[in-house]
């Protein structure tokens, strides 16, 4: 199941803690937000910052922050190789499945086209 995202303002953030507090754009109770829902961000968050963001419950039952990102910062140089990575890996995967394809199909052809001299 895909999970709405959501954005709202970054209303407390400590720092020496690494997490804070966003106050959604709808209105409702404020968000918690740890440092870990910001994996792939360049930078730390600052007060202030716009944060979309995805909810989820935590082991408690609490509402909290998840694959959030800070609007306006590109994504670090990590996660951009990480998804470089991705892309290179499909296309390995891809000409893998295409050459046993190939495989397959020569050896059946060749077991038909000597089926009669057997």
């Known amino acids: 199941m895909t999970r709405k995202t959501v954005q709202g303002v970054l209303k407390t953030w400590k720092e020496d803690r690494g997490f ?3 106050k ?3 209105g409702s109770k404020d ?3 740890h440092i870990s829902a910001l994996d792939s961000s360049s930078r730390r968050p600052v007060t202030g910052d716009i944060i ?3 909810v989820t419950r935590d082991h408690r039952g609490k509402f909290k922050a998840i694959n959030a990102q ?3 910062v590109v994504l670090s140089k990590t996660a951009t190789a990480n998804t470089e990575k991705t892309g290179i890996n499909k296309i390995i995967l891809i000409g893998l499945v295409l050459t046993g394809v190939a495989a397959v199909s020569a050896a059946i052809f060749w077991f038909l086209s000597h089926q009669s001299t057997i």
């Open 70 to 72: 800070i609007e306006g």
């Open 31 to 33: 968000i918690f937000m």
């Open 24 to 26: 959604p754009d709808d």
């Open 20 to 22: 804070g507090f966003i």
């Open 52 to 54: 979309h963001y995805q």
